[in-house]
Nanobody, 128 residues
Framework: QVQLVESGGGLVQAGGSLRLSCATTGETFSSYAMGWFRQTPGTEREFVAAISRTAVGTNYADSVKGRFTISRDNAKKMAYLQMNSLKPEDTAVYFC?????????????????????WGQGTQVTVSS
């Protein structure tokens, strides 16, 4: 069983930055694609960013391209989401997720259905 724990959320002013971290357990972290998703009350979980198991491939939602950067450290079994130029519309609970069967070593899915393991989420609030 894989466990994921997010940290790094908080309250920040518009234009500011936050770095989210995702700590994982399990011996096979390097075989998982990792993703970040976000959700606000009453809405569906929304794709933010994903990174392939080798970190060769990344993809981003259009709404965060150029502002957010996903990364991973396989030795530490960690995934990260650097968020810059934050906007009030980025306010949400952010979840990290692990896909144990990624499509390839250089691709990562943007579909929540492909991810088997989820963290509990961390709140990000951006004030205007």
């Amino acid at each position: 069983q894989v466990q994921l724990v997010e940290s790094g959320g908080g309250l920040v002013q518009a234009g500011g930055s936050l770095r989210l971290s995702c700590a994982t357990t399990g011996e096979t972290f390097s075989s998982y694609a990792m993703g970040w998703f976000r959700q606000t009350p009453g809405t569906e979980r929304e794709f933010v960013a994903a990174i392939s198991r080798t970190a060769v491939g990344t993809n981003y939602a259009d709404s965060v391209k150029g502002r957010f950067t996903i990364s991973r450290d396989n030795a530490k079994k960690m995934a990260y989401l650097q968020m810059n130029s934050l906007k009030p519309e980025d306010t949400a609970v952010y979840f990290c997720a692990a896909d144990p069967r990624p499509p390839s070593y250089f691709r990562a899915s943007s579909s929540p259905a492909e991810y088997d393991y989820w963290g509990q989420g961390t709140q990000v609030t951006v004030s205007s």
